[in-house]
């Protein structure tokens, strides 16, 4: 079982970043898909959350009407969408397979 982030990296306050979570060894379509986040010395927060079939989606407050979660089930895919970022979601992001796949981490980096 895997699942692998990528998408991370330095962005200037106000850009976009796009996050992938590519999964494999399980039957990715049967879980619900949630990305995490956790910035130094907090602890792990979650952004946002997808259903299995795509067709229900969360948020945090604090991401809400910025960030957008989706998936490509044909892909084994779920992606975090983050625009006008900020500071604040400085943070290590990881995906999660409900109820008990964890990706290893994706650094995300908001800084001028």
């Known amino acids: ?34 990305w995490y986040r956790q910035a130094p010395g907090k602890g792990r927060e979650l952004v946002a959350a997808i259903s299995n079939t795509g067709g229900s989606t969360n948020y945090a407050d604090s991401v ?9 089930n044909t892909k084994n895919t779920a992606y975090l969408q983050m625009n006008s970022l900020q500071p604040e979601d400085t943070a290590v992001y990881y995906c999660h397979a409900w109820p008990q796949y964890w990706g290893q981490g994706t650094q995300v980096t908001v800084s001028s």
Do not use: Y
């Not at 809400?64 to 490509?72: A, E, L, Q």
């Open 1 to 34: 079982v895997q699942l692998v982030e990528s998408g991370g990296g330095l962005v200037q306050p106000g850009g976009s970043l796009r996050l992938s979570c590519v999964a494999s060894g399980f039957t990715f379509s049967d879980h619900d898909m949630m």
């Open 64 to 72: 809400k009407g910025r960030f957008i979660i989706s998936r490509d």
